[in-house]
């Protein structure tokens, strides 16, 4: 495992709890709208591949009440409260740039605020696989980095935090090369606990 996932993994170990509280605390976090643009594209019961579940609130829980959603995390604290928290989801250990799925294995892959912990020079990869493990026409839904962090900050809710991102524009090259065509292609400011963070956030059809 690399140096990143391991500041990723063991910080999130750390914050676990800490995270959930303070995410709740966003009041304009625009994951809901986000996640029923894509719902209202899928069938009942279709199934969601969600990277980097987190505690499973709100977004998987969102998710799995109408479709069939294997969370992945790195974290196994997350896992914890993912698995407490949305009993009616499936979930797992991993990286997600190390996984492996039959091509074709699910009808939408998502990914909260969770790509941009993976090193910048990876996220093309990252793409095509995601793109491979799609049906024809699946879709993609993510809310990625919009800078050029790319380095560990010292700390982030009280442990260290890695964080790697690209432009919006390079965001969207390296979609269109792993194959999508974004119907979403947005980026948004909302207000975290300690000011305003800005976020890209597509919605790509394979």
């Not at 500041?7 to 303070?22: C, F, H, K, N, T």
């Not at 800078?147 to 991102?165: D, Q």
């Not at 090259?173 to 800005?198: H, K, S, W």
């Amino acid at each position: 495992m690399s140096d990143a996932r391991q500041v990723v993994e063991s910080g999130y170990d750390r914050i676990a709890q800490r995270y959930l509280e303070w995410s709740a605390r966003i009041p304009d976090d625009p994951r809901r709208r986000f996640a029923a643009e894509l719902t209202g594209r899928l069938d009942d019961g279709a199934p969601v591949l969600d990277l980097g579940c987190g505690a499973g609130v709100p977004s998987t829980a969102a998710l799995a009440e109408r479709h069939d959603v294997l969370g992945v995390d790195l974290s196994e604290a997350q896992l914890a409260l993912a698995r407490r928290n949305v009993p009616g989801a499936r979930f797992r250990r991993g990286d997600m740039t190390g996984l492996s799925f039959p091509d074709g294995s699910f009808a939408a892959v998502t990914a909260f605020y969770s790509v941009l912990h993976v090193p910048r020079e990876e996220q093309g990869a990252l793409f095509a696989g995601i793109a491979a493990w799609l049906r024809p026409g699946g879709w993609f839904l993510a809310a990625l980095g919009c800078s050029e962090a790319n380095g560990v900050e010292t700390s982030w809710l009280g442990a260290p935090m890695f964080f790697s991102s690209h432009s919006p524009a390079e965001n969207r090259r390296l979609l269109e090369a792993a194959g999508f065509t974004l119907d979403v292609d947005e980026t948004v400011t909302m207000q975290e606990p300690e000011g305003p963070a800005t976020f890209h956030w597509v919605l790509g059809r394979r």
